[in-house]
């Protein structure tokens, strides 16, 4: 199975300030069709998951811009510009490279 | 609306059975991927099992802790997809989410708002 391994695990950040969440891999993510199947999703508290980003950078429909993702290969980052009080929460990178799929152990977010 | 909504959780003995639901609207389950991933209290997220799209062959995949006790099915009719546990463990304990790769393949867009199971004597 592919090891997702995300730093930090808890993330004290201030309001208006960027944060960022790095993720790696034990193993490439490249599929073989050539994408990279790597995604980020947050968890605010008591609610169920939502996807941010997919395919390392892509922005899910309704995300605000601030959230931004990059990476190749096996090293990956999500990056908020500036938080904002409604980011408090769990991020989770995940990958679909290849079942099993697994979760990094998630980053806690706190203001 | 788009969205998924799981029912069926609840209270079993070690060794018991029990069968989600996962009722889809907006969309045809039988036309995307769809998966279960459950979290213990207090812990994260983990992957439970994925059933392909029809056109993708519709086949199953589960991970190593539930893989010959937890299977997964779909009923086209109601739109609804069923993951079945037997012989439960009380560390099967958690809430259950079905997730759907709707709109982003490779990733899973929609997610329900999850369902308590607990194995417990």
């Known amino acids: 199975d592919i090891v997702m391994t995300q730093t930090p695990l808890s993330s004290p950040v201030t309001l208006g300030q960027p944060a960022s969440i790095s993720c790696r891999s034990s193993?490439?993510?490249?599929?073989?069709?050539?994408?990279?199947?790597l995604s980020w999703l947050q968890q605010r508290p008591g609610q169920p998951p939502r996807l941010l980003i997919y395919?390392?950078?892509n922005r899910f429909s309704g995300v605000p811009d601030r959230f931004s993702g990059s990476g190749a290969g096996t090293d990956f980052t999500l990056k908020i510009s500036r938080v904002e009080a409604e980011d408090v929460g769990v991020y989770y990178c995940?990958?679909?490279?290849?079942?099993?799929?697994?979760f990094g152990q998630g980053t806690k977010l706190e203001i | 609306e788009v969205q998924v909504v799981e029912s069926g959780g609840g209270l079993v003995k070690p060794g018991e059975s029990l069968r989600l639901s996962c009722a889809a609207s907006?969309?045809?389950?039988?036309?995307?991927?769809m998966g279960w991933v459950r979290q213990a209290p207090g812990k994260g997220l983990e992957w439970v099992g994925r059933?392909?799209?029809?056109?993708?062959?519709?086949?199953?995949d589960f991970t190593a802790p539930v893989k010959g006790r937890f299977t997964i099915s779909r009923d086209e009719s109601t739109n609804t997809l069923f993951l079945q546990m037997n012989s439960l463990k009380t560390e099967d304990t958690a809430v259950y989410y079905c997730?759907?790769?709707?709109?982003?393949?490779?990733?899973?867009?929609?997610w329900g708002q999850g369902t308590m199971v607990t194995v417990s004597s």
């Open positions: 997730a759907t790769s709707r709109t982003t393949a490779g990733a899973f867009d929609i």
């Open positions: 907006g969309f045809t389950s039988s036309d995307v991927w």
């Open positions: 059933i392909k799209s029809k056109p993708s062959g519709g086949t199953t």
């Open positions: 193993q490439s993510l490249v599929h073989s069709d050539g994408n990279t199947y």
């Open positions: 395919k390392i950078s």
């Open positions: 995940m990958h679909a490279t290849q079942f099993p799929y697994t």
